[in-house]
């Protein structure tokens, strides 16, 4: 038996969600450039449950079912005033979107047009959890969600009670694009396995949000924050990176899995927070980004991913530091909803083997003598 450490380079399904190849991120066959650059996030959303982009009565149709679907039940409100103090936001997620499923009366129909309306509630309800526990742990009232937002302008108006920017919403409409899939990556993968058992849509998504949350998939974006506010100034990114190689401390934000010639989504979100941090005229913390690129490129070989320039940019758009990882859960929603939906069509338990290299030929000792 052959074991492969961390499944690397194991292709474990067929999947027409997502592909990279040669270093080359698509949705749906379609490279992610040219949907950052052109498309909306509800474009997207379409194109990963569908397959093809929406004609503009199909994408009319799912703006309208995202709109009215977005308020959250009350009783998941109460819950999660009711939480402790202090927790993580994605501790909140994860069981805020548990508790959702006790109030879905659709929660355990397994038929596909009922799947698809989940996917929806998860897909817009998500973004009104974040905001209101982001509020109700400031003593804020929840804003209710505007039903003629989108996506990315309802999470931010949601969350600050005042009308965002343009500028902010295209934006975070671009971060939420970029985000949105990446075939099997570790939380899609959770998300697959569990429901490959044929349990309901909600515990897939949770196992989902679970294991984003770990510093070395989603959680990473928030330690790339706290690492810029530990270095502070341009000055001190040389010492402070030179250290932390030394030591073998790993750097957030950098190495990739499957890109190790770097990261499609990186330049994008890098270029956005060049001209956001210079907006908010804090370009200091484009700049102590780009010198930490500089070294851990040239010392290690090590390119900057997703979550890299993500943390400046979502500095300079004012959000707190632990919603990072949420809102990234925000857009990936939309990638495990269209692989939950995908495994469902075709499925097969996902079951795989261990290399056992424990003891053998042991027998059972009765508990005074061992
Ligand atoms: N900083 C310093 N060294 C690193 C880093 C890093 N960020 N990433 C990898 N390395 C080193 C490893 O220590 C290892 O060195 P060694 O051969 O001397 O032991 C070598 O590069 C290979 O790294 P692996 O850990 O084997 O790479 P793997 O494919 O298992 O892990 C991962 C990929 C988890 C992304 C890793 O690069 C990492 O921990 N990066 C930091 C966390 C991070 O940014 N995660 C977000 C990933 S993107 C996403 O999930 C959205």
């Known amino acids: ?216 998939h989603g959680g990473a974006n928030e330690q790339v924050a706290a690492m810029l506010g530990e270095i502070g100034s341009v000055e001190n990114v040389e010492p402070f990176i030179h250290n932390a190689l030394e030591n073998k401390v790993k750097i957030m934000g950098f190495g990739h899995r499957v890109y190790k010639d770097g990261d499609p989504r990186a330049k994008w979100l890098r270029q956005m927070s060049k001209e956001l941090t210079t907006q908010i005229g804090r370009s200091e913390l484009y700049e102590m980004s780009v010198k930490i690129e500089e070294l851990v490129t040239g010392e290690k070989g090590l390119k900057p991913n997703v979550d890299f320039y993500s943390a400046s940019v979502y500095i300079a758009l004012g959000l707190e530091t632990d919603l990072y990882t949420p809102i990234f859960a925000i857009s990936r929603m939309s990638g495990w909803t269209a692989h939950i939906m995908e495994q469902f069509e075709n499925n097969r338990l996902i079951r795989p083997r261990a290399d056992y290299i424990g003891p053998v030929n042991q027998h059972y000792v009765p508990i005074d003598q061992r």
């Not at 194109?47 to 009565?57: S, T, Y």
């Open 1 to 216: 038996m052959t074991t492969t450490r961390g499944l690397e380079g194991v292709v474990a399904a067929q999947s027409a969600i997502c592909s990279i190849v040669d270093g080359v991120l698509c949705y749906g066959g379609i490279n992610v450039d040219e949907l950052a650059e052109n498309a909306t996030f509800e474009e997207v959303i379409y194109l990963l449950w569908h397959g093809v982009l929406p004609k503009r009565e199909q994408l009319d149709e799912l703006k309208k079912d995202l709109g009215i679907n977005a308020v959250v039940p009350k009783e998941v409100i109460d819950a999660i005033r009711s939480y402790p103090a202090g927790v993580h936001p994605m501790s909140v997620l994860r069981t805020a979107v548990s508790t959702l499923a006790l109030y879905d009366v659709e929660a355990q129909d397994m038929s596909k047009e009922a799947n698809y309306r989940k996917s929806i509630r998860l897909m817009v309800q998500t973004p009104t959890i974040i905001a209101a526990y982001a509020r109700i742990r400031k003593g804020l009232e929840p804003v209710q969600p505007n039903p003629e937002y989108c996506v990315a302008k309802n999470f931010l108006y949601m969350l600050n009670g005042t009308e965002p920017t343009d500028t902010a919403v295209k934006a975070f409409d671009t971060a939420l694009i970029l985000h949105a899939d990446h075939e099997f990556n570790a939380s899609t993968f959770a998300a697959r396995v569990t429901v490959a058992t044929l349990t309901d849509i909600y515990s897939g998504v949770v196992s989902a949000i679970g294991t984003l949350k770990g510093p070395l």
